[in-house]
């Protein structure tokens, strides 16, 4: 833990990259609204030319009449000129791809018709000019296009399968269609996931090839792997002849530990071979420029089983199965990112290992301490030197094919995210291309927050940040929102957050920590809490708000808490083992863990987070369910569900909660999102994250300022 009391050092070093983010506040005419976010714009998937002259990106805005999300392609170049611009009208465009010689790009294009949203397709257009053409009409739709090394093939994943191929080839014949069952037959523990809904395991996603024609002529596409297992994120070899991708070839994983490893098959079909492995799970890779090497972000799996296991960077000879661990000495989170509600909401986040043009070197993120940045990692020693520093989130990244340059989408406390560029032999510091939100936030006073360390029960430093009210005074005591976060390996950081943004601008002082089980901290602090959570984790919570009650910042007759998924679990559990906070908001949440062991869409088959089965261990099961304790709570509790939440499912979390509490008679009120699912705060539809802002808020007026609020009484 000697590593927290190094933050402020940190902070002192940080590059002049999070200055430059930091808005004027000069020109600020009002405080930040919850409907700001229909304004706000969002830069994701960013892909940097090969001759790393411009970059494409997704532009995603807010279709309020829709209710929905646009998304759009765009470009900027990287040496001054011309400014952002659209290359695309969308509305539903994604992933797009340069071609090797840049001059054609790839891209995902859902059209509708009927009004029905179809399945995407790829199209391609050329640079200079002129429409995009459709290349694919498959059934179930193509995703994640990549181009060969000729430029001459693009590699997809579709969940198309011989029944679907048939059907589609029988549409528009003499004979009638035939009636597909909507009846399900469920032989798996895991045959749902959030926001996808029911799973159909006839489906798995497959590797498919196209040619790609310089005309306009017609291609038929190619499927290169079939059977029950799925592939995705195909990568070609450099000479074009041969598919990498990454699978899990187990049929009913849950009941291993996790593990995923990568393969290889010749471009045109065969025999699949084993390209890398480990004890564990293995993500984003790059082959190198040689294509004798494969760099990549892995989960080894703990012995015995952890409910956290820290992502390192590996990198192995193809074919070798005998990867080297680079970051072995690195207690830092590999590929790891920060928490907050501002990621594009249907844009990519590309982030995965990027080789140097000479081959020495490996560039990743990592999340250390609140922060995520690029790290330069020696691909011999792994020695690791800092890429870019400062008080911010790398979101996403892309490099030319020498690695040369790179492509940054880069979040701060102040702004949502914005593209840089980077030299990487360069000793400078990263050059700003966009200002996507620059209109809408000269108008604002947005809040930097305050970072602070602090001891908890048993000494352990927990770090936290502070963000005020625009026009604080510190001659007053103001009422507190304890905001926290999910996972519980999640972590909040040095990244935009328009919740806590809001909270203060409505006279709120919001405290946001990160207490034991956070990621970010290394292996050991993220861990600790295995077989323990809830329990001394809220312990940490509550030391941060002594810690400003202390300092005078806020009245302890005011005290509010809230949290979403595991930051709904701990409001939960801390409202059975305390009193003093005068109203608490549970979005998200579980109350019986039991319940949850049966009905969640992912399976706890191991002991990560319990040692058995509910019937095996009943007792621990029910000594941290809040419901258990549920006559204790006497805090006025709102509990704020989406009805298509799969992953914390509302019969487990609040439904319980809110029975039991009027039964009770005590101050409670259920508000539930039609059609939402456990991404209501981060994705769900424009309306539905305003209104649940207003909710959060509108309560805490009633209970923390004693303000007359209309809706939550019982009629």
Sequence with gaps: MAALAAVPARRAAALVLALALVPSLAAAARSLTETDLFRFTWVADPQISPDGRRVVFVRVTVNEKKDGYDTAIWTVDTEGGRGPRPLTAGPQDLSPRWSPDGRRLAFTRAVEKAGKLQPPQLYVMTMDGGEARALTDVAKGAASPVWSPDGRMLAFTSTANPKDLERAARKGGEAAEERESDVRVITRAVYRNNGRGFLDPTRPAHLWTIEVPDGGDKATPRQVTSGEFEETSPAFAPDGRTLYFVSNRVKEPYYLTPDSDVFSIPVGGGEMKLAASIDGTIGEFALSGDGKRLAFQGTPRGEPVRSYDQPE??????????????????????????????????????????????????????ADHGRANLQRVDAATGKIDALTTGDQEIVAYDATPDGGRLALVVSTPTEIGDLFVLDTAAAAAPRRLTRVNESLFSELKVGTPEEIVYPSFDGKSMQAWILKPPDFDAGKRYPLILNIHGGPHAAYGATFDHEFQWMAAKGYVVLYPNPRG?????????????????????????????????????????????????????????????????????????????????????????????????????????????????????????????????????????????????????????????????????????????????HIVGWFDKYLLGQAVEGYDVP
């Design 313 to 366: 960077l590996y990198v192995s000879d193809v074919g070798s199965n005998a990867p080297r661990l680079l970051t072995g000495a690195y207690d830092g989170d590999v590929g790891g990112g920060l928490t907050g509600d501002q990621r594009a909401p249907r844009g990519g986040l590309s982030a995965g290992p990027i080789w140097s043009r000479d081959g020495k070197s490996i560039f990743v993120r990592t």
């Design 518 to 694: 956070s990621t970010s901290y290394g292996q050991e602090f993220g861990n600790v809490i295995q077989h323990r959570y809830p329990g001394d984790d809220a312990k940490d919570l509550l030391a941060g708000v002594d810690v400003l009650v202390k300092r005078g910042l806020v009245d302890e007759k005011k005290l509010g808490v809230t949290g979403g998924s595991g930051g709904g679990v701990l409001t939960n559990w801390i409202i059975t083992q305390t009193s003093r906070f005068a109203a608490a908001v549970s979005q998200r949440s579980i109350a019986d863990w039991a319940g949850f062991w049966y009905t969640a869409d992912f399976s706890l088959f191991r002991p990560t987070w319990f040692k058995g089965a509910p019937w095996e261990d009943p007792a621990d099961y029910a000594a941290r369910s809040p419901i258990t304790f549920v006559k204790n709570i006497t805090t006025p509790l709102m509990l704020i569900e989406g009805e298509a939440d799969l992953r914390t499912p509302p019969a487990e979390g609040g439904e319980q909660l809110f029975r039991a509490l009027k039964y009770l008679k005590r101050p409670v009120v259920m508000v539930r999102f039609p059609e939402e699912s456990h991404e209501l705060s981060r994705s769900g539809k424009p309306w539905h994250r305003v209104e649940r802002l207003r």
